[in-house]
């Protein structure tokens, strides 16, 4: 079949075939969309934004529409722009679906998607070879079910945080993961306690009939070895009121300069349920103040095995080796086998 049999320009006179009646939103709603696909703006004027399907058994039917393809756990569907389903195909009924070139007058890629009853059609996803190629690919995932992060995999997480320090930090540590995090600015009382566990979860007690779950609280702080672990839980306080030059002061004439970053993370859920996850990085104080990046103790601390304090590491490095980067993976590692 060449382009020529083809009156692109006819597009609503075209039958569509068996899914002609088929509506949307007669559709299974509850399905989760694996992948959703537009058709980019293509650059020549014969390939505007369109999509072709034939039909073998004996005739086919052609057309130009623009439209999007849905893939679900269950199908593979083409909607054109008024969101009408003009093809629904069942994911297991699928045989084949693989990319071919047409090396005619106007060169395009297509998809050509075979079923179990030798059906087939044929769909364009891309504007060149290679987004021809990574959109087959995907398609393809989705189709088998084998997408390794997909849309309706992701879930919000609420961080409930003031601090803007804290919540760059969680954007950066989940951006690879299936959760985003949405930041709540609610400010809740945090209790004089001997453990930043205790602080943790009477924020989460207080915030539970507040913020909707699931979200998250932290705690944290630095523990100076030779200050008998202060300021600890009191980092807060004496952050705000003696702040990082008055610890400086404090360990002036001290060589023992060992101390822990500490954090807790909580963890609520729907049902009702707490959880803590806990980060630890070991270093060291040094004499001065040191790099622009980081908040709080950052700029006077330097973890094992590093040369630079945490302000002057990137967010990523930071996170690789941080108490609440380390916090933080726990809590993805428990999120992620679990559904919430
Ligand atoms: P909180 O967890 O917000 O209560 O933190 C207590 C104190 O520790 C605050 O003054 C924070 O600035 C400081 N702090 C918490 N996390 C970090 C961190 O990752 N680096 C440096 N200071 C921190």
């Known amino acids: 079949m060449s382009s020529k049999e083809i009156d692109w320009d006819n597009v609503d006179d075209i039958e569509w075939g068996v899914d002609d009646e088929l509506d949307w939103d007669d559709m299974d709603e509850e399905e989760d969309i694996l992948i959703e696909l537009r058709n980019d703006p293509q650059p020549s004027f014969f390939v505007r934004k369109f999509a072709v399907v034939w039909w073998r058994k004996g005739f086919y039917k052609a057309g130009k529409v623009d439209g999007s393809i849905r893939?679900?756990?269950?199908?593979?569907?083409?909607?054109?722009?008024?969101?009408?389903?003009?093809?629904?195909?069942?994911?297991?009924?699928i045989y084949s679906f693989d990319l071919?070139?047409?090396?005619?007058?106007?060169?395009?890629?297509?998809?050509?998607?075979?079923?179990?009853?030798?059906?087939?059609?044929?769909?364009?996803?891309?504007?060149?070879?290679?987004?021809?190629?990574?959109n087959n690919k995907d398609i393809k995932k989705a189709i088998a079910g084998e997408l390794e992060v997909s849309k309706a995999e992701i879930t919000e997480l609420t961080i409930v945080t003031t601090n803007k320090g804290k919540i760059g930090e969680f954007v950066q540590s989940l951006d690879k993961t299936n959760f985003f995090p949405v930041q709540n600015s609610i400010d809740y009382p945090e209790i004089q306690a001997s453990t930043l566990e205790e602080v943790v979860d009477f924020g989460l007690d207080w915030l539970k009939d507040k913020v909707e779950p699931p979200f998250v609280i932290d705690d944290a702080g630095a523990f100076i070895d030779s200050l008998e672990d202060f300021p600890g839980v009191y980092s807060r306080y004496i952050y705000d009121t003696i702040g990082v030059e008055g610890v400086l002061k404090q360990m002036n004439?001290?060589?023992?300069?060992?101390?822990?970053?500490?954090c807790v993370l909580g963890l609520a859920l729907a049902d009702g349920s707490k959880h803590k996850f806990v980060g630890e990085c070991t270093g060291h104080i040094i004499g001065e103040m040191r790099g622009s990046g980081g908040f709080g103790y950052d700029p006077i601390f330097i973890p094992g095995g590093y040369e630079k304090t945490f302000a002057e590491l990137s967010l990523e490095e930071k996170n690789s080796i941080s108490h609440r980067g380390r916090a933080m993976e726990k809590l993805v590692d428990f999120l992620s086998n679990m559904e919430i």
């Open 253 to 262: 004439d001290i060589e023992d300069r060992k101390a822990t970053f500490r």
């Open 100 to 134: 071919h070139h047409h090396d005619g007058e106007f060169p395009i890629y297509y998809n050509e998607i075979i079923t179990k009853d030798q059906s087939s059609y044929q769909i364009t996803t891309g504007v060149d070879e290679s987004q021809s190629v990574k």
């Open 71 to 93: 893939v679900t756990p269950t199908r593979l569907i083409f909607l054109d722009s008024k969101g009408k389903v003009r093809l629904s195909i069942m994911n297991d009924s």
